[in-house]
């Protein structure tokens, strides 16, 4: 599945997904209007602060008395371009969030042998905002030579709006062929689409023990299935991910008595739904 037929399905199908989204307009939602109408007066932004006590869960919007933050700089749809059009490391450091800690991703992202280096792109697609409990952002779909693209997530902050590289690159602690070679048996941070499954097979064949749910990656021709031990706080998580049209979320999986040779892998931990997770996770070692 490619990522453009993902956005398409996800946008979509949004209320099927996240139904308490469409049923309420939440504070957080009406501070959002608010704050756009002062970004074109004044280009002055009041975006909702993030909520540390959610621990970074996402899987609905909620409303807050929290007071907002103001911040000043360019617009996200600025910021989005001047990251597409840069040409070194040091320029495209200037439009991430946490550039220290990610500057040995966008260096071999962008590196001889990294995907960034064959990558050109044609153009920007403006695509629905997003609010979570923590925070909200504008995202963009990255069109590619080829009819490729990628998801490029602008997020506001102090120090003004920047884009989530992790997200945009879909970062993974673990790549992809090693957790399907088992050579990495685990990973802390995999980003992924997911729905419900009835994928009962081989040690996952239990339904009383294991919720099913079938995932895919842009970065993976074939899908794979993801299983949550029933009554898990996992599971409780992920329970919300009722649509048979796939959702994005970022999850940390585990291969289990080689399950990784029938491309099947229990779910250990929810970071959120999206590819854009709260509290930054430790990158591995180059």
Request: glycine share 8%.
């Amino acid at each position: 599945m490619t990522l453009t037929e993902l956005q398409h399905q996800e946008d979509k199908t949004s209320n099927d997904n996240t139904s308490q989204d469409a049923q309420t307009m939440t504070k957080k939602t009406l501070l959002m209007i608010a704050a756009a109408g002062l970004a074109v007066l004044g280009g002055t932004y009041l975006l909702l602060r993030p909520n540390a006590n959610d621990g970074g869960k996402q899987d609905k919007e909620t409303t807050t008395d929290q007071q907002p933050t103001q911040w000043t700089g360019p617009l996200p749809k600025e910021v989005a371009e001047k990251f597409g059009q840069a040409g070194t490391t040091a320029e495209r450091l200037k439009w991430v969030r946490d550039p220290t800690r990610v500057t040995p991703l966008v260096e071999a992202f962008y590196g001889e042998h990294g995907p960034g280096n064959r990558e050109e792109i044609l153009g920007l697609k403006p695509m629905k905002a997003v609010h979570t409990p923590d925070f909200a952002y504008q995202r963009f779909q990255v069109k590619l030579k080829g009819g490729s693209s990628r998801l490029l997530a602008v997020i506001p902050g102090a120090d003004g709006a920047k884009v989530d590289f992790e997200c945009y690159t879909r970062h993974g602690s673990a790549t992809w062929p090693d957790l399907m070679a088992g050579k990495a048996t685990e990973a802390e941070v995999v980003r992924v689409a997911i729905k419900p499954s009835v994928h009962y097979k081989h040690l996952f064949s239990d339904e009383d023990i294991w919720r099913a749910f079938m995932a895919s990656s842009p970065d993976l021709e074939d899908p794979f299935y993801l299983y949550v031990r029933r009554g898990s706080k996992e599971e409780k998580r992920l329970i919300n991910f009722r649509s048979q049209k796939p959702a994005r979320a970022t999850l940390a999986i585990r291969s289990i008595k080689d399950s990784h040779q029938q491309r099947q892998f229990e779910v250990t931990a929810i970071h959120g739904r999206g590819w854009v997770i709260v509290q930054p996770r430790v990158l591995p070692e180059s």
